[in-house]
C-alpha cells in the first residue's frame, strides 16, 4: 500500500511569485487535508478537500486555493508569495463516509522557501 | 475551541516508560483525545485517540482522567525512534476535518 507522497520535496521562489505543490493521496482516501508548519510550530490547517469540493477552511487568505482531483490526488496553490509563507507543506489523507472522519495520514511535506 | 497543554519538552532514558501529560480542562463532552508525533524530517503520524476509557495499542497508552481534563499518554519502553515531537489534540466528535496542533513536547530520548 502506497503511502501519501508529495512532491517537490523542496522549493526556493522569490516574493511575488506563485507556486503549486502536489499530494497524492493514500489509495483509498477521499479526503485530503493541507496544512502550513513554520519553523519551531505545530502544523496549521489551510484547507480540507472532499470530493472534489473544499469543505473546510482555516485563517487562511484567498491566495492560498486547492484542488482535488477525480483520482484523489490534489494540488495546493499559493499566489503572491510573501517571505512569511516560507514553511514546511504538510498534505494529509483520510477516508470520510456519512460525515465520519477518519485518522489523517501525513506525507513527509514539502519545504518552500520564499525569498 | 477548547485548547490543551504540554510541556514545552521531556527527558527519557532509553528502554525505561515515558509519560507524557496534556492538560485541557476546558473539554466538552464530546471532544476525542488524539495524540500524534512527529518525527525529525517527517509528517506527523497518528499515535492514538480515545473518549472517556483508556486504550491501548502497539504504539503507546492512552490514560485518561475521570474528570477528562487532562490525560496521560504512555510510552512503555522508549526507544531513539521514539524521540520526537508529541502533539495532544481535541478533535469534536461532530468536526472531521481540522487538527488543531499546539506547539506540543519535543521528547529527548538518550541512551
Known amino acids: 500500500e502506497t503511502g501519501v507522497t508529495q512532491s517537490p520535496t523542496h522549493l526556493i521562489k522569490t516574493r511575488g511569485q506563485q507556486v503549486t505543490l502536489r499530494c497524492s493521496s493514500q489509495?483509498?482516501?477521499?479526503?485530503v487535508s493541507w496544512y502550513q508548519q513554520a519553523l519551531g510550530q505545530g502544523p496549521q490547517f489551510i484547507f480540507q478537500?472532499?470530493?472534489?469540493?473544499?469543505?473546510g477552511r482555516g485563517n487562511f487568505p484567498p491566495r492560498f486555493s486547492g484542488l482535488q482531483f477525480p483520482n484523489y490526488s490534489s494540488e495546493l496553490n499559493v499566489n503572491a508569495l510573501e517571505l512569511d509563507d516560507s514553511a514546511l507543506y504538510l498534505c494529509?489523507?483520510?477516508?470520510?463516509?456519512?460525515?465520519?472522519?477518519?485518522?489523517?495520514?501525513f506525507g513527509p511535506g514539502t519545504r518552500l522557501l520564499v525569498l | 475551541d477548547a485548547k490543551t497543554t504540554q510541556p514545552n519538552s521531556m527527558e527519557s532514558n532509553e528502554e525505561e516508560p515515558v509519560h507524557l501529560p496534556c492538560n485541557h480542562s476546558?473539554?466538552?463532552?464530546?471532544?476525542?483525545i488524539h495524540w500524534y508525533r512527529q518525527l525529525p524530517s517527517q509528517g506527523p503520524e497518528y499515535v492514538i485517540h480515545?473518549?472517556?476509557s483508556n486504550v491501548n495499542n502497539r504504539m503507546a497508552s492512552l490514560a485518561i482522567a475521570e474528570d477528562r481534563k487532562s490525560s496521560t499518554l504512555i510510552l512503555h519502553r522508549a526507544t531513539l525512534r521514539d524521540a520526537a515531537v508529541y502533539y495532544c489534540?481535541?478533535?469534536?466528535?461532530?468536526?472531521?476535518?481540522?487538527?488543531?496542533f499546539g506547539k506540543g513536547t519535543s521528547l529527548l530520548v538518550t541512551p
Open positions: 494529509a489523507s483520510s477516508f470520510s463516509s456519512s460525515g465520519r472522519r477518519e485518522t489523517q495520514y
Open positions: 489509495s483509498g482516501h477521499n479526503t
Open positions: 478537500y472532499y470530493r472534489e469540493e473544499e469543505n
Open positions: 476546558t473539554i466538552s463532552g464530546t471532544d476525542y
Open positions: 480515545g473518549l472517556t
Open positions: 489534540i481535541l478533535r469534536p466528535s461532530n468536526s472531521g476535518y481540522a487538527l488543531n
